[in-house]
C-alpha cells in the first residue's frame, strides 16, 4: 500500500511540474503569474540600466524644445497614466489623439498602444519620441544631444560599459524602466495571497462575483487583462474618426479595434477609453451595463453581459476599488530622483 501511495505521489508530483512548464507560470508574492514576456532583470548592469533609464523617462531634453518628458504625459503616481488630459500633449502644445495609457505590467504585454503598433518595448518608446505632435525629437539628433552630456556619458558606462551614446542603448534603458513597473500589491493580491487580516467586504465580494461573471472574459485575472483587441459600443469620434487597429492592419476586420487595458488601478487611471470621453470610473461601468446589442461595434463578449442595477454597478465599482496599489503609486525607486 505504501509503495502505491508513493507511486501515484511521484506521478502527481511529475504531472503538477509539467503542467507548470506548460503554462510557464512564475510566482509573484506566491502567486502564479503568466511568464514576462520582456524581461530585463537577469541582463548585466541591471540597475545602471534601470537608473539611466529612469533619468531619460523624466528628463524633458527627449523633446525637441526640452518642455516635454515621458513622465508628462504618464504620470507615477497616477499608475503612470495622464489624467489631466483627455488627449495626450506634445510640444508647442500640440494635442494627439488618443489618450495616453497607463504603463503597468508592461512586461507581460505581447503588444503596445492602442492599436498593438508596436511589439517590444523598446520599439514603442521610439514612437512618440520621434512623434511630430507629441516630442518631436529625432533619434539621431537625441543621440548628438546626450553625447554633450557629461553626466550621460558616465551614466551610459555604467550601464553599457561604453560611453558612446546611441538609439539602442538609449531604448534599451528606456525599456528596462518601464518594465519595471510592476503593480502587484493592491488589496486583491492581498486577499488573494491570504494575507492575513486582508479581507474583501460583503460589498467588494458581490463586486467580484459580478467582475467574474461580466468582465473576466476579457480583464483576466491577475494581470486584469488577455491583451486582445475588442470592440467596445463607442461610436467614432467625429474628430478623430480613428479607426483603431486598422490603422495598422488595413484590415477591414479590424476596424474599431481598441486593445483591452489593464484594471490595475483603474481608479486612479482617468480619462478612460482610448479618447479618454469618460472622466468617471462609474461612467465606463454604466457604459457597458447599458449596451445596445444591435450595435454592430460591437465584440462577441459584450453581447453576453446583461445590464447591471444601480445595487451592482457600485458593487462592481467597489470590488475595482481593490485593485489599486498605493504601494505601487507612491513607490520612490519609479519617481523622478535629483
Same mark, same amino acid.
Given at each position: 500500500?505504501?509503495?502505491?501511495?508513493?507511486?501515484?505521489?511521484?506521478f502527481?508530483?511529475?504531472?503538477?511540474?509539467?503542467?507548470?512548464?506548460?503554462?510557464?507560470f512564475?510566482?509573484?508574492?506566491?502567486?502564479?503569474?503568466?511568464k514576462?514576456i520582456?524581461?530585463?532583470?537577469?541582463?548585466p548592469?541591471?540597475?545602471?540600466?534601470?537608473?539611466?533609464?529612469?533619468?531619460?523617462?523624466? &528628463?524633458?531634453?527627449?523633446?525637441?524644445?526640452?518642455?516635454?518628458?515621458?513622465?508628462?504625459?504618464?504620470?507615477?503616481?497616477?499608475?503612470?497614466?495622464?489624467? &489631466?488630459?483627455?488627449l495626450?500633449?506634445?510640444?508647442?502644445?500640440?494635442?494627439?489623439n488618443?489618450?495616453?495609457?497607463?504603463?503597468?505590467?508592461?512586461?507581460?504585454?505581447?503588444?503596445?498602444?492602442?492599436?498593438?503598433?508596436?511589439?517590444s518595448?523598446?520599439?514603442?518608446?521610439?514612437?512618440?519620441?520621434?512623434?511630430?505632435?507629441?516630442?518631436?525629437?529625432?533619434?539621431? #539628433?537625441?543621440?548628438?544631444?546626450?553625447?554633450? #552630456?557629461?553626466?550621460?556619458k558616465?551614466?551610459?558606462?555604467?550601464?553599457?560599459?561604453?560611453?558612446?551614446? &546611441?538609439?539602442?542603448?538609449?531604448?534599451?534603458?528606456?525599456?528596462?524602466?518601464?518594465?519595471?513597473?510592476v503593480?502587484?500589491?493592491?488589496?486583491?493580491?492581498?486577499?488573494?495571497?491570504?494575507?492575513?487580516?486582508?479581507?474583501?467586504?460583503?460589498?467588494?465580494n458581490?463586486?467580484?462575483?459580478?467582475?467574474?461573471?461580466?468582465?473576466?472574459?476579457?480583464?483576466?485575472?491577475?494581470?486584469?487583462?488577455?491583451?486582445?483587441? #475588442?470592440?467596445?459600443?463607442?461610436?467614432?469620434?467625429?474628430?478623430?474618426n480613428?479607426?483603431?487597429?486598422?490603422?495598422?492592419?488595413?484590415n477591414?476586420?479590424?476596424?474599431?479595434l481598441?486593445?483591452?487595458?489593464?484594471?490595475?488601478n483603474?481608479?486612479?487611471t482617468?480619462?478612460?477609453?482610448?479618447?479618454?470621453?469618460?472622466?468617471?470610473?462609474?461612467?465606463?461601468? #454604466?457604459?457597458?451595463?447599458?449596451?445596445?446589442?444591435?450595435?454592430?461595434?460591437?465584440?462577441?463578449?459584450?453581447?453576453k453581459?446583461?445590464?447591471?442595477?444601480?445595487?451592482?454597478?457600485?458593487?462592481?465599482?467597489?470590488?475595482?476599488?481593490?485593485?489599486?496599489?498605493?504601494?505601487?503609486?507612491? &513607490?520612490?525607486?519609479?519617481?523622478?530622483?535629483?
Amino acid at each position: 500500500m505504501r509503495q502505491y501511495i508513493l507511486f501515484v505521489l511521484f506521478f502527481f508530483v511529475l504531472f503538477s511540474f509539467s503542467f507548470l512548464k506548460k503554462k510557464e507560470f512564475v510566482f509573484i508574492e506566491n502567486i502564479p503569474w503568466p511568464k514576462p514576456i520582456h524581461n530585463y532583470t537577469q541582463t548585466p548592469n541591471y540597475e545602471a540600466k534601470f537608473q539611466l533609464g529612469r533619468s531619460l523617462f523624466y &528628463d524633458p531634453l527627449l523633446s525637441a524644445d526640452s518642455t516635454i518628458s515621458c513622465s508628462s504625459c504618464h504620470l507615477s503616481f497616477t499608475g503612470f497614466a495622464h489624467v &489631466d488630459h483627455s488627449l495626450s500633449h506634445g510640444i508647442n502644445g500640440q494635442i494627439g489623439n488618443r489618450n495616453a495609457p497607463a504603463l503597468i505590467n508592461l512586461a507581460w504585454s505581447p503588444s503596445f498602444h492602442w492599436d498593438g503598433m508596436f511589439s517590444s518595448l523598446e520599439s514603442q518608446s521610439l514612437n512618440p519620441i520621434e512623434s511630430p505632435i507629441e516630442m518631436n525629437m529625432p533619434i539621431s #539628433k537625441l543621440e548628438k544631444t546626450l553625447n554633450l #552630456k557629461n553626466n550621460y556619458k558616465t551614466m551610459f558606462y555604467n550601464a553599457f560599459g561604453d560611453s558612446v551614446i &546611441d538609439k539602442e542603448k538609449i531604448l534599451n534603458s528606456l525599456a528596462v524602466f518601464v518594465s519595471a513597473l510592476v503593480s502587484k500589491n493592491s488589496k486583491y493580491d492581498k486577499v488573494m495571497r491570504k494575507d492575513k487580516g486582508v479581507s474583501f467586504t460583503d460589498q467588494e465580494n458581490r463586486g467580484y462575483k459580478i467582475f467574474q461573471i461580466a468582465c473576466a472574459s476579457c480583464h483576466q485575472e491577475p494581470l486584469f487583462t488577455n491583451h486582445s483587441f #475588442k470592440r467596445n459600443g463607442l461610436l467614432v469620434d467625429s474628430a478623430l474618426n480613428d479607426l483603431g487597429r486598422y490603422n495598422v492592419t488595413n484590415n477591414p476586420k479590424d476596424s474599431l479595434l481598441f486593445k483591452v487595458p489593464t484594471l490595475r488601478n483603474i481608479q486612479y487611471t482617468f480619462p478612460y477609453m482610448h479618447d479618454g470621453r469618460f472622466m468617471r470610473l462609474k461612467e465606463v461601468i #454604466k457604459h457597458y451595463s447599458n449596451l445596445s446589442f444591435k450595435n454592430i461595434e460591437l465584440s462577441k463578449e459584450l453581447r453576453k453581459m446583461k445590464a447591471l442595477g444601480e445595487h451592482e454597478q457600485k458593487d462592481l465599482l467597489s470590488f475595482l476599488y481593490t485593485l489599486s496599489d498605493k504601494e505601487f503609486l507612491f &513607490d520612490k525607486r519609479f519617481q523622478f530622483q535629483r
